[in-house]
């Protein structure tokens, strides 16, 4: 009874945690979504192009040199903690510091010195370059706010990452639309006299933008510092009741956290640098077929600008639960609970399904109305962008998701060849797109959900065949897929019916989203999708239960 209890309650904790980082990882989502709008305003789709150009070639660096460094250090102090070893805990912290400082501060040169052969010969938008340099010191920030939020995590703890990440967004908002409306107007004057004013306009709008990372990245690195003090006052005088035997040396420590880190960047940064890799092999074939600059830019800038934002917000649920599943995972592996392990692994799963689905579903069917309540974009490009890429939320989403659960098994070589795997086969996709069916930027979007779906299909294989589970398809795959499927029609007709009588999209877009929310919560309650004692593990789920009875939706 009370193994079964401890069960229950690490179950819900899991799932709690990893709620509050999807919540905060929502939120900043959102808090991204709406600053995009009066950016995109300020510096148009050309503006997206450049920003985000500047933004692929960012960020992969920064997967190379700090992405990994949140996981690895929650896996490592995880493991530590649960066996008691504060001291060395605190070892770890110091050792991954040094690290992020130094891997942060090599990236940055690379970027700094780098920047006009990647942003001219590579992407093939050499006008990019000023939002890219604004973006070198952003690179050694990250890395060392990395590692702290690695630390918060391995103690089983959500909530300073995600205040930390919701500050980091707000700060960046605000910055990004001043520095961006400043500079654009100061980029045009730059470029009257250089005889290209729109370009020079918003590529230094496009800078703006960037500025408004940097100074994001350093609120949330003051505030976790911040609580980081304020939390070591209280964990050395722990430590002092430990005995010093039990402390690992410095080098020892570092070589655990390099092993630990090599794999889940190698992995990392293959499954992330397909967004760099589609828009270099994109532009390239693009100039070869014959195009202007001017003409793949803007199809870019739609991409990068609004179909990747938008898509990117439901992910990034994913990506939370994937960050919290780790820990937990580790030390149910640690122990040698592997029941523990399976029902972890079925509950985020679950979780992710019940999330995507109707994401996905939404997304496409109301694509241009949605593209035109954000962005004014009633363009045919944009919303077929949508309505064939929608697909790649649920894709993403559970990719993401089944990365995290390999690496929290210590199956840490299964995503690299995966992501390799996955990577060559949509690279061929997209190159038979674009040279045979000539599909421009809409082969990038297939390909993009190939790769999503390839990753989908070899992490389930990987999954299986290492921790013995297999997926229940019926209630984690089936019923969402039905609920989602009746909740769409649902939100089609009732989007036509308010768009009829109140003649205004935003309150049609909104309206019908509030229903469908409405409709696929009961169908998926009717259709058993999810138990009560599943639903009382999320935050105020007693509450939810409660409710979901009164309504004879619970048995």
């Not at 933004?55 to 250090?73: D, E, G, H, R, T």
């Not at 592996?333 to 999330?355: C, D, L, N, P, S």
């Not at 077929?384 to 939320?393: K, P, Q």
């Amino acid at each position: 009874m009370g193994n079964k209890r401890k069960k229950k309650k690490s179950g819900t904790s899991f799932l709690v945690q990893g709620s509050i980082l999807a919540a905060a990882s929502l939120i900043s989502r959102i808090i991204g979504l709406i600053y995009r709008i009066p950016l995109t305003g300020i510096i148009g789709d050309t503006g997206n192009n450049y920003y985000g150009s500047a933004y692929k070639i960012y960020n992969i660096l920064l997967i190379i040199s700090s992405y990994s460094l949140p996981l690895a250090v929650s896996k490592l102090v995880s493991a530590n903690i649960s066996q008691g070893r504060r001291r060395n805990v605190y070892r770890i912290l110091k050792c991954a510091l040094l690290f992020g400082a130094v891997s942060g501060s090599a990236a940055a040169a690379v970027l700094f010195f780098g920047a006009d052969f990647i942003t001219n010969t590579m992407m093939r938008t050499p006008l990019s370059i000023f939002a890219v340099e604004t973006l070198v010191p952003v690179l050694v920030i990250v890395a060392v706010l990395g590692v702290m939020r690695g630390f918060y995590q391995g103690l089983g703890t959500m909530m300073p990452s995600a205040v930390s990440q919701i500050l980091e967004q707000i700060a960046n908002a605000v910055v990004s639309v001043w520095a961006a409306y400043v500079l654009f107007s100061y980029g045009a004057k730059a470029g009257r006299l250089l005889g290209n004013e729109e370009n020079y306009a918003a590529a230094y709008g496009a800078a703006g933008g960037t500025i408004g990372t940097g100074a994001g990245a350093l609120v949330a690195l003051l505030f976790s510092t911040f609580v980081l003090v304020l939390f070591l006052k209280k964990f050395k005088q722990t430590m002092k009741k430990e005995r010093r035997s039990n402390v690992d040396s410095y080098g020892s420590i570092m070589k655990v956290l390099i092993a630990t880190i090599v794999p889940v960047l190698l992995s990392s940064t293959i499954y992330n640098c397909n967004a760099l890799i589609d828009e270099a092999v994109f532009k390239n074939i693009s100039v070869f077929q014959g195009y202007a600059e001017q003409e793949y830019g803007v199809w870019n800038g739609i991409y990068s600008g609004k179909y990747q934002v938008l898509i990117n917000v439901p992910i990034s649920i994913a990506s939370a639960l994937a960050a919290s599943s780790v820990p937990a995972l580790t030390a149910a592996y640690a122990a040698g609970k592997k029941k523990e392990a399976k029902h972890q692994i079925a509950t985020a799963t679950r979780f992710i399904m019940v999330i995507a689905f109707p994401c996905t579903v939404g997304m496409g069917v109301l694509a241009s109305p949605i593209l035109q309540m954000l962005f004014k974009d009633s363009s045919e490009m944009a919303a077929n962008m949508m309505m064939s890429g929608a697909a790649a939320i649920l894709f993403f989403s559970l990719s993401t998701l089944s990365n995290g659960l390999l690496q929290g098994m210590n199956r840490m070589k299964e995503p690299i060849k995966n992501a390799i795997i996955a990577l060559v086969l949509h690279l061929l996709i997209l190159v038979a797109l674009m040279l045979g069916l000539k599909l421009n930027i809409y082969a990038v979007v297939i390909a993009n959900c190939a790769f999503g779906f390839i990753m989908c299909v070899l992490n389930a294989r990987s999954i299986r065949r290492f921790s013995g589970y297999r997926q229940e398809v019926k209630r984690t795959f089936l019923v969402p897929a039905i609920a989602s499927a009746g909740m769409g029609i649902v939100v089609w007709l009732a989007y036509q019916l308010f768009l009829y009588l109140f003649r205004v999209n935003m309150a049609a877009v909104l309206l019908s989203i509030l229903i469908g929310a409405i409709v696929y919560a009961v169908l998926l309650l009717l259709l058993k999708g999810l138990r009560e004692e599943e639903i009382v593990r999320f935050p105020k789920g007693r509450a939810l239960a409660a409710l979901a009875r009164k309504l004879h939706l619970l048995p």
